[in-house]
């Protein structure tokens, strides 16, 4: 298995631009969660899907900033308009059901926003 | 709600020194807690999880964690520590929410730095 895919890996665009980021799960999982990882604020979730259904989206800064699953095998975290400080690492992660089950991450798509 | 602590955003420690890296959750139900490494610029890997069977888990590279219940702890260390080692680590509960999809809550992290 390829484990969780994220493209692009990099990400430079100016201010007000759309930006949209992928995600590949690992085929069989059914949860996915989306994490953006600053210096300031460490890791955090910011939406998950269980079963493509979003899950609980609390974590999502503002209007901004949206998600979707269309299906089991893709997932899109959008920024539209971005701004400087949305510049982030952004993970994907994906895990099978369960509370002892651990999250696989992609390798992460760094984000900046000038 | 679920929440982790980790004590120590810097450990610094010589090679072949005992690396301890510390680890307090809090939780209303017995927990599962995981550690996971990021080396620079990539995503983060396993090294270890515990489920509630045994308290001393083993997990990758030498690593290992326990489980203590009465101090609310799964403190990580490692014997003798490698160049290799140095790296970001993390620790995190499952979110035992009603959604039951094992949600991560991550500690803030501790960044390890290994002198020859």
């Known amino acids: 298995d390829a484990g969780v895919i994220q493209s692009p890996r990099h990400e430079v665009t100016e201010m007000g631009q759309e930006v949209t980021l992928r995600c590949k799960p690992i085929s069989g999982h059914n949860s996915l969660f989306w994490y953006r990882q600053t210096m300031m604020r460490g890791l955090e979730l910011l939406i998950y899907?269980?079963?493509?259904?979003?899950?609980?989206d609390s974590g999502m800064p503002e209007d901004r900033f949206s998600a979707k699953m269309p299906n089991a095998s893709f997932s899109t975290l959008k920024i539209q308009p971005s701004e400087p400080r949305d510049s982030a690492v952004y993970f994907c992660?994906?895990?099978?059901?369960?509370?002892?089950?651990?999250?696989?991450f992609g390798q992460g798509t760094r984000l900046t926003v000038v | 709600a679920q929440s982790v602590t980790q004590l120590g955003s810097h450990v610094s420690v010589s090679e072949g020194a005992l690396v301890l890296l510390r680890c307090n959750y809090s939780s209303s139900v017995p927990p599962y807690l995981f550690w996971y490494v990021q080396y620079p610029n990539q995503g983060l890997q396993l090294l270890l999880k515990y489920t509630s069977a045994a308290t001393l888990v083993k997990g990758i590279n030498g690593f290992e964690a326990e489980f203590k219940k009465s101090e609310t702890s799964f403190h990580l260390t490692k014997p003798s520590a490698h160049m290799s080692d140095a790296a970001e680590y993390f620790c995190?509960?499952?979110?035992?929410?009603?959604?039951?999809?094992?949600?991560?809550?991550f500690g803030q992290g501790t960044t390890l730095q290994v002198k020859p």
């Open positions: 899907f269980n079963n493509n259904v979003p899950i609980d």
């Open positions: 992660a994906s895990s099978l059901n369960g509370l002892n089950t651990e999250a696989f």
């Open positions: 995190a509960v499952s979110d035992k929410g009603s959604s039951n999809t094992g949600k991560l809550i």
